[in-house]
């Protein structure tokens, strides 16, 4: 587990929300290499090496001489075992936090023509999507790797299933607007990351899998930020739970699964319409990062001296 992903997105929202960042020099941390370790160090935060602060905690200024701190809680036990605190929505990458209009400006992609009917695109690689620390946490979820070659064997001979082969086939077809609610795309072709929100945007929805080792992938958010319903089965993992056949379609195995690529294959423009500002709607109201932003300046601006954060994407073990 890359922590220097989910230190990076804090810091960010902090900053979003109007506070100076410092962070603690942890030589274990940082002493790590990473992409997002080095993406926050080239943010301007202060740096100290020593600081009177319980691990786990950010201390805000303090208001009207009271105390504002903010304590982390993390581990998979905060989805069953609810506590009294505000649970962090999971994110977008950390790439769509280098700047507040970065994770924002999604309208543009909301108004795009669908011109395919599920997309899926994405890393495929075998030993990252494979791993059995997946299961041994969350029993009963399929793995990307068990999806993938479950929908190649079971549609193999289906035409509405398209393969592309090349980055200039996979942008041919989903330019293609003659049969847009009738194909499902999967492409493992690597694509510019800046084209991918417009590759999202392309479908009526999207099959949200798994990450590596756990449930919860960027791609799920950022599906549902430009306006593409999510086929998932982790919907019960948000807070709130997505609901099938309204902000979703949901699948719990394989025979589900098959169900809900037919739904979707075959769903009529109005219900396209209202699923879709369903998704929209639920993204506004509980996973833009205004909605985080205002959680924390509503905590600075309250009489509160603490606050909790939970965040239950997170093993009680960092890796």
Known sequence: MDMGRYSFILCQLFKFSGFPVIIKLYPAFFNKQGPYREMLLTQVFARVRRVDVAACTITLPERQSKKK????????????????????????????????????NFQTFRMTVRTAGII????????????????????????????????????????????????????RFLEEEKSSSLTFIISQVKTPVEDWLAILSKGNFYLCLPGGAMPWSHNAIEAM???????????????????????????????????????????????????????????????????????????????????????????????
Do not use: W
């Open 69 to 104: 701190i903010i304590k982390l809680v993390y581990g998979y036990d905060l989805i069953k075992n609810k506590i009294e605190a505000y649970y962090l929505p999971y994110t977008l990458h950390p790439r769509f936090y280098q700047t507040y209009n970065d994770n924002t």
């Open 120 to 171: 899926f695109a994405g890393n495929f690689e075998r030993s990252a999507y494979s791993r059995t620390i997946l299961k041994d946490d969350f029993e009963g979820i399929i793995s990307r790797v068990e999806v993938l070659d479950y929908i190649s064997a079971k549609y193999s001979r289906d035409s509405r299933v398209i393969y592309p082969e090349t980055i200039e086939s996979f942008y």
């Open 225 to 319: 930020a430009v306006g593409t319903i999510p086929i998932i089965q982790y919907n019960h993992l948000f807070y709130p739970p997505l609901t099938h056949l309204k902000n979703c379609i949901a699948f719990y195995d394989y025979e589900s699964l098959n169900e809900a690529i037919e739904v979707a294959l075959n769903m009529d423009d109005e219900r396209l319409d209202i699923m879709r500002q369903q998704v929209v709607n639920y993204y506004n109201d509980y996973l833009a990062t205004e909605q985080t932003t205002k959680r924390i300046q509503d905590f600075y601006h309250s009489d509160e001296e603490a606050m909790t954060i939970a965040l239950p994407f997170l093993p009680r073990k960092l890796y």
